[in-house]
Each structure stands twice: as structure tokens, then as C-alpha cells.
């Protein structure tokens, strides 16, 4: 029998831990989500959230609720992530947002690729986590809690300024074992216009080891980094005119997952039917 694929979307609202409110209706958002999901066999929707909160009571939501009261969004991410490989020996699981829309079943990674770990890259410097897939086995395990131990270590800057990412790649470079090596390169920060190597670092070990694109053994992980927007997931980056088209066109380019960052976060929330119009 195949293995159950199970996503989770992290998602927290981030008015109960700040005065700031969103924008976005995010209820709906997941539930465009969900549905773009609903009708792939062997794949599971369950929403990684914090104990506190709550959706609207017509939107049959599963959950997986992890106490981050006292955490950062980041933290909140990083550290809940980490318990939901640990939790969940033998599984395969994708950790990804919540402005995302799957156009193919995502349990089809799984099958073609013999990996631990499957993430992306930008081509250039930074880690892509919009999508990871996870095998959790005793290797994943420990390589999410060393992810959790080098968050910790980052500065407040990188803590808050992409510090799910930047965790990815420190977490990379301490199980390759080139760490001392890899730390003598530095590259600009988008969060200060500052030196820092952070963002690079997967990145750089990868290229070192010739195996973006491929698979290749980082330490005693298998890992697949796949070109962001090359293959698998990509940005949207289109008018609600334009989505069909484009969704049409990158499933049959063989695309997975379509990201809705920013103000493009509209073209999944604000109108219902967008996820079955292409099809």
C-alpha cells in the first residue's frame, strides 16, 4: 500500500501575539489550499498551528496544535516543525505556507525521488523552504533538531528576517562537516545590506558537492535541492486573468506547487473558484 503523504501548511494568527492585523483572509486562503488538494489520492491536509487559534466554525479545518505562546513566529515555525518529524517516524510529510496551491499530487515527489530531504533553491544564494519534503527516519530527526539548536544561534536580525530559512542552511552545512570551510565565504544580507553567510550556505555546499539538481548525500542525509522556478515550485507572479494559463502550463511542465506571496496571495483568497478553473 502507499504511503500517506501528509502536508502541513504552518499557519498562526499573529494577531494574538502582535497589535498588527492582516489583510488577508487566511481562512480562506486555507481552504482554497485544502481544496487544491482534496482530490489527490494518499495526501492528508492538516493545518501546524499554534493552541490558540481558531477558524471560522464552517470551515472543517484538521489541526495540529504545538504550544508557541511564548515563541516568535519564526520560532513558532522552526521549532514545531521540528516536533512533527520527531513525532512521526516512517511518515512522509511536506511542510510548506499556507499561500500555496498544489496543481499536482504531491505524493508523485515521493515515488520518483529516493531522497530524505527535498528542498529548493533560488539559483543564487538562499534556501527556497516553500515546499520541503521530509522522510522522517532517525537521520531526518536529528538533522530538524540540529535545525532547531542553529536557529538558536542565529542573531535577532536573521532570527526575524528569514530565520526558517537561514536555520535550513546553518542545519546543512553542520551535517556536511565543511562548516569551517564554507565559513570563510560571505554574501550580502537582504535584511541589512551587511556581510553574512547565512543565506548562502546550503547553497555553496551543494554546488561543492555537484549535486543541485541531483541527489547527493550531505553528511548521512540524501538531499535533493531542486531549482526554485525550474522545477517543482514556483512564484506566481500573474493577474487573475493570466492564473489559468499559467497553472495550466507549469503542471504540464511538470510543476508541483504554485506559491502566492504578497499582494498575489489575492488570487487564492478572494476568489473561490480559482483553484478549479484551470483544471
Known amino acids: 500500500?502507499?504511503?500517506i503523504v501528509?502536508?502541513?501548511?504552518?499557519?498562526?494568527?499573529?494577531?494574538?501575539?502582535?497589535?498588527?492585523?492582516?489583510?488577508?483572509?487566511y481562512a480562506k486562503i486555507l481552504k482554497?489550499?485544502?481544496?487544491?488538494?482534496?482530490?489527490?489520492?494518499?495526501v492528508k491536509f492538516i493545518i501546524n498551528t499554534c493552541e490558540h487559534t481558531t477558524f471560522p466554525d464552517n470551515e472543517n479545518f484538521l489541526c495540529r496544535r504545538f504550544n508557541s505562546r511564548d515563541m516568535s513566529l519564526m520560532t513558532a515555525i522552526v521549532e514545531s516543525e521540528a516536533d512533527i518529524v520527531r513525532k512521526s517516524f516512517g511518515k512522509n510529510i511536506i511542510f510548506c505556507g499556507s499561500d500555496e496551491m498544489f496543481i499536482q499530487n504531491p505524493?508523485?515527489?515521493?515515488?520518483?525521488?529516493?531522497?530524505?530531504?527535498?528542498?529548493g533553491y533560488d539559483g543564487v544564494s538562499r534556501i527556497m523552504n516553500g515546499i520541503v519534503c521530509v522522510r522522517?527516519?532517525?537521520?531526518?530527526?536529528?538533522?530538524?533538531?540540529?535545525?532547531?539548536?542553529?536557529?538558536?544561534?542565529?542573531?535577532?536580525e536573521l532570527k526575524n528576517w528569514g530565520g526558517d530559512m537561514h536555520s535550513y542552511g546553518q542545519a546543512f552545512a553542520r551535517e556536511s562537516r565543511l562548516f569551517?570551510?564554507?565559513?570563510?565565504?560571505?554574501?550580502?544580507?537582504?535584511?541589512?545590506?551587511?556581510?553574512n553567510v547565512v543565506q548562502s550556505l546550503?547553497?555553496?555546499l551543494a554546488k561543492r558537492l555537484k549535486i543541485l539538481d541531483n541527489i547527493g548525500n550531505v553528511g548521512r542525509l540524501k538531499v535533493k535541492f531542486f531549482y526554485w522556478g525550474n522545477e517543482i515550485a514556483k512564484s506566481?507572479?500573474?493577474?487573475?486573468?493570466?492564473?489559468?494559463?499559467q497553472a495550466r502550463i507549469a503542471s504540464n511542465k511538470g510543476f508541483h506547487l504554485l506559491d502566492f506571496k504578497g499582494n498575489r496571495k489575492s488570487l487564492i483568497g478572494d476568489n473561490s473558484d480559482t483553484v478549479h478553473r484551470f483544471e
Open 32 to 42: 482554497n489550499f485544502q481544496t487544491s488538494v482534496s482530490s489527490f489520492k494518499n
Open 1 to 3: 500500500m502507499k504511503n
Open 202 to 204: 546550503a547553497y555553496v
Open 136 to 156: 522522517s527516519n532517525a537521520e531526518t530527526i536529528e538533522f530538524f533538531d540540529n535545525r532547531v539548536r542553529e536557529f538558536h544561534k542565529l542573531s535577532s
Open 236 to 245: 506566481v507572479n500573474a493577474t487573475d486573468e493570466d492564473l489559468i494559463k
Open 107 to 119: 505524493s508523485n515527489l515521493f515515488d520518483k525521488y529516493d531522497f530524505d530531504i527535498l528542498i
Open 6 to 25: 501528509t502536508i502541513y501548511p504552518f499557519y498562526r494568527d499573529e494577531t494574538l501575539y502582535s497589535n498588527t492585523k492582516s489583510k488577508w483572509d
Open 180 to 195: 569551517s570551510t564554507l565559513n570563510l565565504l560571505s554574501f550580502p544580507s537582504r535584511a541589512s545590506g551587511k556581510t
